[in-house]
């Protein structure tokens, strides 16, 4: 079977088994700062198992693309030299949420495998292992699947710690966790391996291919495990793992969807297809890279996109090893979206980016790669022993742009190992950036649980009556707020929007007889509505009956930017490219902010475009159309879905300009698209390494921002007593007149530098036999100078000279030697004796060298060093 049959087939199984089948999520994990990447088919459904999120279904299937390649979770040094080992990876994997538990989901697994119409395999052929003291699980394996005893394997604690064992899983230190069951694949005697728990464990005869996680216990900070009142199920299958066994071989790298893929490479880069571990490190980096980049991670120098770049490089340096020349990688991105992008279709959507992206990466690190390998093997020369210094490995990483994992590579070809230690120390606040997302290392039972539910009202009302079901102050629920408190208040329904997508949350107040809450700001934490303020005047109590009021003007002037923002977002894509995402965004009253993929700084033509494009729609004042609609219906209608964003089964439709725009939305927008009036774009820069950002102004703010500028053109066109049709010329006329102006200063500061030379060449005076000349002169530029003690060496013929003077509040010196006495003295070090003087800093070659500095009494006693400084030679 081929895997992308493989992988139809399990998720149409599960289907059959009354799961929902449900789309893999991005790489970048949805609202969970404790991953780097998504690595796991449990990542998406993480809140599902501890309960905060409530789903239409309770057991679900899904083929979910993860990296592992940085933080806890890092196969990187390991990729191309095992059979098994990948920084990409699809995980199939079937979920229960309280529904189902052990029984079914070892007969679910077991079946799938086993059965004729599905997988196939001979049982003969699987071993299990369960946790040690799992009877239950041990039991309905040997008794209801008739696994026979010899193939069951019980995996006790590592080390004797409690629960710190393979088939023991955990979340995190504490949270959901529970025992686990194995389920392996002999290939045979002809390779070499023993069973799981065996010395020989870490051979290839035996390959995990499933594990079912039951998720059974809630582990509190204190170590005890407390039985979960709904018990749930985890389970994955590595879709590469299982595709190697269905197609009878041994190495993940042999099955089809790595076989056109190394093909692709060896033509990429001109070298033979065969078994060289630098192709398969290659063929296995261009899926995580092209993934990466096709979820919106961009190379930069840290967290996620370092991450890529060290992919990148290190593809790259596997290449170089192979001959390859110029730029390869990005040619074999064709192959890729060929291979899986009927499956992923986000590949053949940006598959142009993901090329440009490469190609530039891979470009950069050439500039750099030559002179790296070439620093390394001078250290190698003269390495003392068999490890290379964290000192080298720094040097290459900070001053050549060569990760360790490059050093490392060469290092394992020649039998050599890394202080990686040593490195750490010398480099640790740029690594831990890094690496600065380990996995769920937080007390999930320290979380405040809010299990109200705030019905939603902005949509249709600034203002409801509501009742108030929580307060909290300082994250503890309390009964009451009094006057000057500040207090989070819950209520069951709200008219006031939670911060989401970009667009701020709500302020106004909440009301009452003889009671006010300002609210400042509105979150969400689950279905509940958090509205962040103080107690003005009153007391609020839990249970009391209040009138919600939104900030009318606030809200509205929000509504506008966000409107505006989507026709921006749809302009962007229509005048730069397809390939341009959003990478963040932030609506306001005042402005909004909006964050994008693009490599390259928006031209002014192109920012005219765009103002233009995004009028023309406001003037058009066509209708803001909203559907309520399930994902995939909204999808193909052609939604922009934003990635790393949580979406649920129903989502909000948002189309705006007939079309032209088309998003998923939770946010509050304009009826028309004529309520923005006007929008105007008052800044375009980069903040990341290909994201770029646009900051603009929509309504009463444009109009004000209009207006103002109108007043200064006017005030302009009066100070240089034109008009709106000539003041462009009357400035440039000014323009002309200035630098005539600076040309006539310049020539008469030459004529007065020339006759000052003559002047000064007869004030120097001998030292020790050589001719010294110190002298002031202020109001002269440090250029000035120069040219002046040209002049002077030339009529002195034989000389030490220094000048100095204050120019703009500031110190400038320069000094001079003829060549006859650099071998005595030196201008250089000359300037550092005047300018440490005078608290300044300065230095330059023996004949000629610049300072300046800052103390201006001290400027004379400065220049009376120079006398000093040749009697002391």
Known sequence: MKSAEIREAFLRFFEDKGHTRVASSSLIPANDPTLLFTNAGMNQFKDCFLGLEQRAYTRAASSQKCVRAGGKHNDLENVGYTARHHTFFEMLGNFSFGDYFKPDAIQFAWEFLTSEQWMGLPKEK?????????????????NKMGVPAERMI?????????????????????????PCSEIFYDHGEHIWGGPPGSPEEDGDRYIEIWNIVFMQFNRTADGVMHPLPAPSVDT???????????????????????????????????????????????????????????????????????????????????????GASGSFFYKIASALVQEMGDAFPELKQQQAQI????????????????????????????????????????????????PMDLTADIARERELTVDEVGFEREMHAQRERARSASSFGIDYNALIKIDSETEFLGYQTHQA???????????????????????????????????????????????????RVDITDTTKSGTAFLHHGSVSQGTLQVGDSVVAQVDDQVRHATAL???????????????????????????????????????????????????????????????????VTDIETAKAKGALALFGEKYGDQVRVLSMADGFSVELCGGIHAQRTGDIGLFKITSEGGVAAGVRRIEAITG?????????????????????????????????????QQRSLEKEVEQLKAKAASAAGSDLASSAVEVNG???????????????????????????????????????????????????????????????????????????????????????????????????YVASK
Not at 164 to 174: I, K, Q, R, Y
Not at 704 to 710: F, G, H, K, L, P
Not at 781 to 794: F, P, R, S, T
């Open 355 to 402: 090329e440009r992206i490469l190609k530039t990466e891979e470009e950069q690190f050439a500039k750099t790669l030559e002179q790296g390998l070439r620093i390394l093997e001078q250290d190698l020369d003269d390495l003392d022993g068999t490890v290379i210094p964290g000192s080298v490995v720094f040097k290459l990483y900070d001053t050549y742009g060569f």
């Open 561 to 627: 930017s966000h409107s505006a923002t989507h026709i921006l977002h749809a302009a962007l894509r229509d005048i730069l490219g397809e390939h341009v995402q959003q990478k963040g965004s932030l609506v306001d009253s005042q402005r909004l902010r909006f964050d994008f993929s693009h490599f390259e700084p928006v031209t002014p033509e192109q920012i005219k475009a765009l103002e233009e494009r995004v009028n023309r729609e406001i003037r058009n004042n066509t209708p803001v159309c909203t559907e």
């Open 154 to 178: 019980r995996i006790g604690d590592n080390g004797g710690a409690p629960y710190a064992s393979d088939n023991f899983w955990a979340m995190g230190d504490t949270g959901p966790c529970g």
């Open 236 to 322: 994955g299958m590595g879709l590469e793992r299982i595709s190697a066994v269905m197609q009878h071989v041994n190495s993940n790298y042999e099955i089809d969807l790595f076989q056109n893929l190394l093909a692709a490479v060896a033509a990429a880069v001109g070298c033979e297809n065969n078994d060289n571990p630098s192709l398969k490190v290659i063929a296995d980096h261009i899926r995580s890279c092209g993934f990466l980049i096709a979820d919106g991670v961009v190379p930069s120098n840290d967290g996620r996109g370092y991450v890529l770049r060290r992919i990148i490089r290190r593809a790259c340096r596997h290449g170089n090893k192979l």
């Open 700 to 736: 009463e703010t444009a109009w004000n921002w209009v207006t103002s500028a109108e007043e200064q053109l006017k005030q302009a066109m009066s100070m240089v007593k034109g008009n709106r049709e000539n003041v462009l010329d009357k400035l440039q006329a000014l323009l002309d």
């Open 770 to 868: 050589v001719k010294v000349l110190a002298a002031r002169l202020d109001g002269l530029e440090g250029k000035d100078l120069l040219a002046l003690i040209d002049q002077l060496k030339n009529k002195l013929g034989s000389a030490v000279i220094l000048l100095g003077g204050v120019h703009n509040e500031r110190i400038v010196l320069v000094a001079g030697v003829t060549k006859d006495l650099t071998g005595q003295f030196k201008a250089g070090d000359l300037m550092k004796q005047a300018t440490a003087v005078v608290g300044g800093k300065g230095g330059g070659r023996p004949d000629m060298a610049q300072g300046s500095g800052v103390e201006l009494a001290k400027l004379d006693a400065a220049l009376a060093v120079t006398a000093e």
């Open 126 to 142: 699987l071993w299990v292992t369960v946790y040690e003291t799992d009877d239950e699980a041990y039991d309905i394996w040997v």
């Open 465 to 515: 009556d509501a009742t108030v079901l929580m307060i909290l102050k300082d994250g503890v629920s309390v009964d009451s707020a009094l006057e000057g408190d500040q207090a989070v208040i819950v209520l069951d329904r709200t008219p006031f929007y939670a911060e989401s997508g970009g667009q701020v949350g709500d302020c106004g107040y909440l009301s009452a007889e003889h009671l």
